[in-house]
């Protein structure tokens, strides 16, 4: 990747098609950046900071966030694979517009506020994660775990393909919408019948 090796802060640059593979930045800074079709195959980004950065067409698979800060930060239209959040060392405001998310976790994070928007969350790990005020409008929830999971006031509108059992999760006021609500129900020992 074409960032100098002297040069630890970027603000306001805009990186397009970069391509890298094992490749690891330490320490770097980013403020008010863009990168467009970029990929980063296994990359580790190890004790980095993003503030109010923005990512489009993206590509991160088995991409380490050793360490790093992600702030008010945007994602559009990008794909993620086998990517452990928690290990980053701080988020706030993360957005996933329009992405694919797969084989990886938020479990145990504080997230609220996080926007998971019209993508395809597969088999995400949200265990234990503090997921209030989140917006997970649209998005397709198949093989994803939650459990003991916050979604106080979350917003799954449109969302699907959620296995969300609310004895084992804090789901007031949370939104969701027919038909997959009664999904919601598949944890009790009842009977639904079908009168239509």
């Known amino acids: 990747m074409d960032f100098a090796s002297t040069t630890n802060s970027f603000i306001g640059e805009e990186f397009s098609s970069l391509k890298g593979i094992n490749d690891k930045l330490v320490s770097k ?4 950046c863009t990168f467009k079709n970029c990929s980063f195959s296994e990359c580790t980004f190890s004790k980095c900071m993003f503030i109010d950065c923005v990512f ?24 993620f694979v086998g990517i ?19 084989h990886s976790g938020f ?3 504080k997230v609220p506020n996080l926007v ?27 093989k994803s775990k939650f459990h003991q999971t916050n979604l106080t006031k979350a917003n799954f509108n449109n969302a699907f ?14 939104k969701f919408s027919m038909p997959e609500a009664v999904s919601l129900l598949r944890g ?6 079908d009168n239509f």
């Open 161 to 174: 393909n959620y296995a969300i059992d609310f004895n084992n999760n804090t789901l007031k006021g949370a």
């Open 29 to 32: 800074e980013f403020e008010q």
């Open 116 to 142: 998971l928007k019209n993508s395809i969350a597969k088999e995400v790990d949200f265990m234990e994660a503090d997921c209030s005020d989140a917006n997970f409008e649209g998005t397709d929830f198949e």
């Open 56 to 79: 489009e067409d993206c590509h991160f698979s088995l991409v380490k966030f050793t360490g790093s800060t992600f702030l008010e930060t945007v994602f559009k239209k990008s794909k």
């Open 84 to 102: 452990d959040w928690s290990k980053t060392d701080s988020t706030r405001n993360l957005q996933f517009i329009d992405c694919e998310l797969a």
């Open 107 to 109: 479990s145990f994070m």
């Open 188 to 193: 009790l020992d009842i009977v639904l019948k």
